[in-house]
């Protein structure tokens, strides 16, 4: 279901735990309020299971999928999520294996991948395996950090410079999922009519914990040079004050939720 640049996030495996922003509480209560069931979710794409924790919660069992074994080596257990190591397309047997049979499960999640997934297969897998009714799929994606008007600004040159080096489905993460193939019946109760919802994440980092974010990022992965010395100390100059000190970093988040 992944393209094979999606491959790139296992090298900076034990980075991704702390460098990617903390989900809200907030969107995994949302989420559970939309399915009248609570017995099988499947979170796919999972990395270290930030999402798949959360879901935890409000879920009998979580499966919790991704194609990089590193990624899973880091991943936090609870007795109800079974993590599982999957090719980038998964045949039909290996659906019903892994995940479970047709209209077996209450929630499917994407955290911040779908668009690295060959959504034609994937989607028809999401119809196949969710429960009808009432099943949902949920799938989320961020984009960029604000912190304060100097760094920002920063921020804008650096973003210009690595823009070119993503690849070509990360315009559907900059366009904040509004243009993402979706091919699902929008919840009513999710969205109000809106395409996509707006969330906000809110985290106190340090200049180092707000750079180690972009360093995680598919281009910077690729080409480290992209992250600059100069672009290093136009940050450390905007930032204000000593970089050992922690400042609020907001970002946006977007979830776009369905139905079959």
């Known amino acids: 279901m992944a393209t094979e640049r999606a491959f790139v996030f296992g090298s900076v495996a034990e980075d991704y735990v702390n460098a990617r922003p903390r989900y809200p509480p907030r969107l995994f209560s949302l989420l559970s309020s939309l399915t009248p069931k609570h017995q099988l979710a499947w979170d796919v794409g999972t990395g270290n299971g930030q999402a798949a924790l959360q879901i935890s919660e409000y879920y009998e069992r979580v499966i919790a999928t991704d194609i990089s074994e590193e990624q899973l080596q880091h991943a936090e257990t609870r007795p109800n999520i079974k993590y599982a190591l999957t090719p980038p397309v998964l045949t039909d047997d290996a659906l019903n294996s892994i995940v479970g049979p047709g209209g077996s499960v209450d929630l499917v999640t994407v955290a911040a991948a779908v668009h690295w997934f060959d959504l034609d297969?994937?989607?028809?897998?999401?119809?196949?395996?969710?429960?009808?009714?009432?099943?949902?799929?949920?799938?989320?994606?961020?984009?960029?950090?604000?912190?304060?008007p100097a760094v920002d600004e920063v921020f804008g040159r650096f973003f210009e410079r690595i823009l070119p080096f993503f690849d070509p489905c990360g315009r559907w993460v900059f366009e904040e999922y509004k243009t993402l193939p979706f091919p699902f019946l929008s919840h009513p109760a999710a969205a109000g009519g809106e395409s996509v919802i707006e969330l906000e994440i809110e985290e106190t980092r340090t200049l180092q914990e707000y750079l180690s974010f972009f360093r995680t990022w598919s281009a910077v992965v690729c080409d480290e040079g992209l992250l600059s010395d100069d672009f290093v100390r136009q940050f450390e100059a905007a930032w204000g004050q000593p970089p050992h000190h922690a400042r609020t970093v907001?970002?946006?988040?977007?979830?776009?939720?369905?139905?079959v």
């Open 250 to 259: 907001k970002v946006p988040l977007f979830l776009k939720v369905g139905m």
């Open 121 to 148: 297969t994937f989607y028809a897998q999401v119809k196949r395996v969710l429960r009808k009714p009432g099943g949902v799929i949920a799938v989320w994606v961020y984009t960029t950090p604000s912190v304060s």
